[in-house]
Nanobody, 124 residues
């Protein structure tokens, strides 16, 4: 059984940094992608970043490109999202996901497993 647990969320001022972690257990070789999604208050969930598990190729949404970095530590079964130069519009609940992922590891409908989310609040 796959289990994903996010951590590292919190409150930070604009321009600050946070690193999110996602501990994973039960994943198999069929997991092609891992990704980060976020859901701002009152808005729909959106894709943030994805990584191909076999070769660590990373992809980013336009709104976070150049500021966020996704990485994985296979030895620790952990996915990370380093978030720098945070903006108030980055405020959201952040979710990690594992599964097929689809094009650019960006398609939420192709992810099979989801964490419970961790909240990030960026104040101006």
């Amino acid at each position: 059984q796959v289990h994903l647990v996010e951590s590292g969320g919190g409150s930070v001022q604009a321009g600050g940094s946070l690193r999110l972690s996602c501990g994973a257990s039960g994943l198999t070789s069929r997991t092609s992608c891992m990704g980060w999604f976020r859901q701002p208050p009152g808005k729909e969930r959106e894709w943030v970043s994805g990584i191909v598990t076999s070769n660590s190729r990373a992809y980013y949404g336009d709104s976070v490109k150049g500021r966020f970095t996704i990485s994985q530590d296979n030895a620790k079964n952990t996915l990370y999202l380093q978030m720098n130069s945070l903006k108030p519009e980055d405020t959201a609940t952040y979710y990690c996901a594992a599964g097929g992922g689809g094009y650019l590891c960006s398609q939420s409908s192709l992810y099979d497993y989801w964490g419970q989310g961790t909240q990030v609040v960026v104040s101006s």
